[in-house]
């Protein structure tokens, strides 16, 4: 089975940004999902081999995701952070393509994940 392994969480004030960081799994769609606790987990951005982005209303103007090819990097830009940002963060990949509205349970790769906490 592939393994994905994120990086780049850690604890900021509201309204500060972090970038997360994901291998990229090879001719794989990807994205990044979270899940607070006591919550389903959901679905925050995705982007196609093609570069072709989706993102969940809730983070849609604040989060970008993009891809490096060249080192084999997938990035999450998250910035203006909120409270209900506050979550676990997972690197995902799959062969066909999804949208931040995919089930988790439909998603073949995941990563560990990597904590986020935003407090105000």
């Known amino acids: 089975q592939g393994r994905l392994l994120e990086s780049g969480g850690g604890s900021v004030q509201a309204g500060g940004s972090l970038k997360l960081s994901c291998n990229v799994y090879?001719?794989?769609?990807m994205g990044w999902f979270r899940q607070a606790p006591g919550k389903e987990r959901e679905g925050v951005a995705t982007?196609?081999?093609?570069?072709?982005?989706t993102y969940s209303e809730s983070v849609e103007g604040r989060f970008t995701i993009s891809k490096d090819n060249a080192k084999n990097t997938l990035y999450l830009q998250m910035n203006s952070l909120k409270p209900e940002d506050t979550g676990m963060y997972y690197c995902?990949?799959?062969?066909?393509?999804?949208?931040?509205?995919?089930?988790?349970?439909?998603?073949?790769?995941w990563g560990q994940g990597t904590l986020v906490i935003v407090s105000s």
């Open positions: 995902a990949a799959d062969r066909y393509f999804f949208t931040a509205i995919a089930r988790a349970s439909d998603l073949e790769l």
């Open positions: 090879p001719n794989y769609y």
């Open positions: 982007i196609t081999l093609d570069g072709k982005t």
